[in-house]
Antibody, heavy 120, light 110 residues
Framework: QVQLQESGPGLVKPSQTLSLTCSVS??????????WSWIRRPAGKGLEWIGRIYTSGRTKYNPSLNSRVTISVDTSKKQFSLRLTSVTASDAAVYYCARDVAGTGFLDYWGQGTLVTVSS | QSALTQPASVSGSPGQSITISCTGTSSDVGGYNYVFWYQQHPGKAPKLMIY???NRPSGVSNRFSGSKSGNTASLTISGLQAEDEADYFC??????????FGGGTKLTVL
């Protein structure tokens, strides 16, 4: 059974960088069948897709966040990571990592989510 | 890129059927058979309920079904149960990004 687990600071100061890591267990992160995605849900709002990475390192980002987002992968550690720079209060959300089958948006396994608060 | 359009809320009584719509454009819902539906209970991660418009993952009740007509996809839940009360999100592959979510629909079981 594939499991994903997010980790990282729960509190980030405005203008600083949010960094989260997703650890994958129970399956291979290097399989060519999957992409690895980040999604967030601000309180009281809907889901927002942030971006994804393929095992080759190829990335695709939400255009609305493109200039501030970097997703990277470390296959040896079975982890992929999210960096979001210059955060503001609007970046406060529950952040989820998920597996995307075939890159079509088929998000079959999700992490439990981690709450990130933006405050000084 | 604007979110797909879903009703903010729907409600139904136990045993009834409800349908949640998800409206997009020919660049997303209407252009691809990659429409997905997720169920999210408070404090939990989203759970995939329907993939590729009409298909149910293993373990998902057959009370959940999906369909599409033109630029609008729909999720129907039959034989409504108390445990179905949750937020539901549609998503679609698009010509510009792999994933575009709907705004979400809160289902209340009366």
């Amino acid at each position: 059974q594939v499991q994903l687990q997010e980790s990282g600071p729960g509190l980030v100061k405005p203008s600083q960088t949010l960094s989260l890591t997703c650890s994958v267990s129970g399956g291979s992160i290097s399989s060519g069948a999957y992409y690895w995605s980040w999604i967030r849900r601000p309180a009281g709002k809907g889901l927002e897709w942030i971006g994804r990475i393929y095992t080759s390192g190829r990335t695709k980002y939400n255009p609305s966040l493109n200039s501030r987002v970097t997703i990277s992968v470390d296959t040896s550690k079975k982890q992929f990571s999210l960096r979001l720079t210059s955060v503001t209060a609007s970046d406060a959300a529950v952040y989820y990592c998920a597996r995307d089958v075939a890159g079509t948006g088929f998000l079959d396994y999700w992490g439990q989510g981690t709450l990130v608060t933006v405050s000084s | 890129q604007s979110a797909l359009t879903q009703p903010a809320s729907v409600s139904g009584s136990p045993g009834q059927s409800i349908t949640i719509s998800c409206t997009g454009t020919s660049s997303d819902v209407g252009g691809y058979n990659y429409v997905f539906w997720y169920q999210q209970h408070p404090g939990k991660a989203p759970k995939l309920m329907i993939y590729d418009v009409t298909n149910r993952p293993s373990g998902v009740s057959n009370r959940f079904s999906g369909s599409k007509s033109g630029n609008t996809a729909s999720l129907t839940i039959s034989g409504l149960q108390a445990e179905d009360e949750a937020d539901y999100f549609c998503s679609s592959y698009t010509s510009s990004t792999p994933v575009l979510f709907g705004g979400g629909t809160k289902l209340t079981v009366l």
